[in-house]
């Protein structure tokens, strides 16, 4: 039975995620309308949260602090991988790509545009310092919920 702080870890993070994919849509292009992006970001971000980030939580104070931004990080990779999949069908069925080949170069092209825009230096500062504080609260947490079951 996984405890408590699995669902907490994967619905902050999704959070975070969401709010974070609101912030870098004007980054991609001013004028894109990227449609439903925070939600599949959020969605996404919440099973990272849930598998990865739940999981390794509290061992200990500075191993929460690095568990919280790397699990930002490969939930910024998780996203960027799927929404790229996402574009190169939408771009397939639109025939832009006349070969297999040439829909797969241009998977890895649109991961390079879609990381190239995130290399902005406030929203690294964004992503980093998100992951620190979803370090520290979920240690937090963890340590509230671990004394609750502890003293019963």
Same mark, same amino acid.
């Given at each position: 039975? *996984? @405890?408590?702080?699995?669902?907490?870890?994967?619905?902050?993070?999704?959070?975070?995620?969401?709010?974070? #994919? @609101?912030?870098?849509?004007?980054?991609?292009?001013?004028?894109?309308?990227?449609?439903?992006?925070?939600?599949?970001?959020?969605?996404?971000?919440?099973?990272?949260?849930?598998? *990865?980030?739940?999981?390794?939580?509290?061992?200990?104070?500075? *191993?929460?602090?690095?568990?919280?931004?790397?699990?930002? +990080?490969?939930?910024?990779? @998780?996203?960027?991988?799927?929404?790229?999949?996402?574009?190169?069908?939408?771009?397939? !069925?639109?025939?832009? !790509?006349?070969?297999?080949?040439?829909?797969?170069?241009?998977? *890895?092209?649109?991961?390079?545009?879609?990381? +190239?825009? #995130?290399?902005?230096?406030?929203?690294?500062?964004?992503? +980093?310092?998100?992951?620190?504080?979803?370090?520290?609260?979920?240690?937090?947490?963890?340590?509230?919920?671990?004394?609750?079951?502890?003293?019963?």
């Amino acid at each position: 039975m *996984f @405890t408590l702080i699995r669902p907490l870890a994967g619905l902050l993070l999704a959070v975070f995620a969401g709010y974070c #994919a @609101t912030v870098y849509e004007p980054l991609y292009r001013p004028d894109a309308n990227l449609g439903n992006f925070p939600i599949w970001a959020a969605a996404i971000a919440f099973v990272v949260g849930w598998v *990865f980030l739940g999981g390794r939580i509290g061992r200990a104070l500075w *191993f929460s602090i690095y568990v919280g931004v790397q699990s930002v +990080g490969l939930a910024a990779l @998780t996203i960027g991988a799927v929404m790229g999949v996402r574009e190169v069908f939408i771009l397939g !069925y639109r025939r832009r !790509y006349p070969e297999v080949m040439d829909a797969i170069n241009g998977y *890895f092209d649109i991961l390079a545009d879609w990381f +190239g825009k #995130a290399l902005d230096r406030d929203f690294l500062i964004l992503l +980093g310092a998100g992951g620190v504080v979803l370090g520290l609260v979920l240690h937090a947490l963890m340590s509230a919920l671990e004394r609750r079951r502890n003293d019963r």
